[in-house]
């Protein structure tokens, strides 16, 4: 079983970064494909972004591509998304989800196995 915790949202003015991290705990992170996903109010679960367990590979969706950046320590099996250049339409509830075994190239929140809680974050004008 893997369980994780997303840390680092908040409040942030446009054009300001966060970093987001989600720390797992679980024999299969290292093996495991990790996931961003954020859902704002009256919004269904969308795909942000998505990294390989080797960190070969990024995947973003296309509103964030250019301004958000994959990460992943293995050895503290930990994952991070890093904001940059916030714009307000960014605030969601912003969660983490491990794919594992994953295929790569997944979109769809649905086919992730494990989530954490969620993380806040919120862009103002």
């Known amino acids: 079983q893997v369980q994780l915790v997303e840390s680092g949202g908040g409040l942030v003015q446009a054009g300001g970064s966060l970093r987001l991290s989600c720390a797992a705990s679980?024999?299969?992170?290292?093996?495991?494909?990790m996931g961003w996903f954020r859902q704002a109010p009256g919004k269904e679960r969308e795909f942000v972004a998505a990294?390989?367990?080797?960190?070969?590979?990024?995947l973003y969706a296309d509103s964030v591509k250019g301004r958000f950046t994959n990460s992943r320590d293995n050895a503290k099996t930990t994952a991070y998304l890093q904001l940059n250049g916030l714009k307000p339409e960014d605030t969601a509830v912003y969660y983490c989800g491990a794919d594992g075994p994953g295929q790569w190239g997944v979109r769809d929140w649905r086919l992730y196995d494990y989530w954490g809680q969620g993380t806040q974050v919120t862009v103002s004008n």
């Open positions: 990294i390989s367990p080797g960190s070969r590979s990024t």
């Open positions: 679980g024999r299969t992170f290292s093996t495991s494909i």
